[in-house]
């Protein structure tokens, strides 16, 4: 008696199987990668958290004045390290220049370690503290108070730099190209691309939170890196999108 010949699959089902499972990868693996930016942004920003608590940890030590801009030696990383234990926080995961290497230690230099964040400079606060006269080369800035900061939930104490910057501080001019080309926009959402004009970057606020804010609205109307309001306005920039 003859075996029943199990029914296999004809080319015309095996084709249909594989253009179904070709439209659901077409339609699951961009949303999928959607979800792993916005997990590598909410490390972002809860980095950046860590890192304005270590700042408010530094000033209540410090009679509440913030630590003071230092461009030589001791920069902020260095100043806030009592406040933050791993070095990684001062990475964003979306940084593709600032990956956690397998040496960054605890015994790292801060100031060496891999960065993704600018402190503000406070330059109109300082220019206003100085009478308007930047100190000699090699002589510290004073250091301000916290209480300086007169719009401090629309005022940023850091925010996400350029991959390709090396500044530690937004240092504030009449010449906005001296200091743009510092700054991350659009690192998170929108279109990707070199300028991510529909992108947004993260910010940490002098009054403790972490907002996101889009390309272009951190400097217009007002210039959020500005402290004075002289500051606000004169240094605001606005870019087409």
């Known amino acids: 008696m003859e075996r029943m010949k199990k029914p296999a699959f004809t080319l015309i089902e095996l084709l249909v199987v594989i253009g179904i499972i070709a439209v659901l990868a077409a339609i699951l693996l961009p949303a999928l990668g959607r979800a792993k930016a916005k997990a590598r942004q909410v490390a972002c920003v809860n980095n950046l958290r860590e890192v304005r608590l270590a700042l408010q940890i530094y000033a209540t030590e410090h009679d509440g004045r913030m630590p003071p801009r230092e461009t030589f030696l001791n920069r902020w990383p260095t100043q806030l390290r009592p406040g933050f234990q791993a070095l990684k926080l001062l990475s964003c995961p979306n940084d593709p220049q600032a990956k956690d290497p397998a040496d960054a230690s605890t015994n790292m230099m801060p100031d060496l370690a891999p960065r993704s964040y600018l402190m503000n400079g406070c330059q109109d ?96 109307p007002a210039n959020l890196w500005a402290i004075t309001d002289e500051g606000r306005t004169r240094y605001a920039i606005c870019r087409p999108h």
Not at 130 to 147: D, Q, T, Y
Not at 178 to 206: I, P
């Open 125 to 220: 606060a300082l220019l206003d503290a100085l009478g308007g006269v930047v100190p000699p080369k090699m002589v510290e800035f004073p250091a301000l108070r916290e209480s300086v900061i007169i719009y401090p939930s629309e005022t940023f104490l850091f925010g996400e730099k350029a991959s390709t910057s090396s500044q530690f501080y937004l240092i504030l001019d009449s010449d906005a190209n001296r200091y743009l080309s510092d700054l991350e926009e659009g690192r998170h959402g929108g279109s990707g691309g070199s300028e991510n004009k529909s992108g947004n970057s993260n910010y940490a606020f002098a009054d403790g939170s972490v907002r996101a804010i889009h390309w272009g609205e951190a400097t217009c």
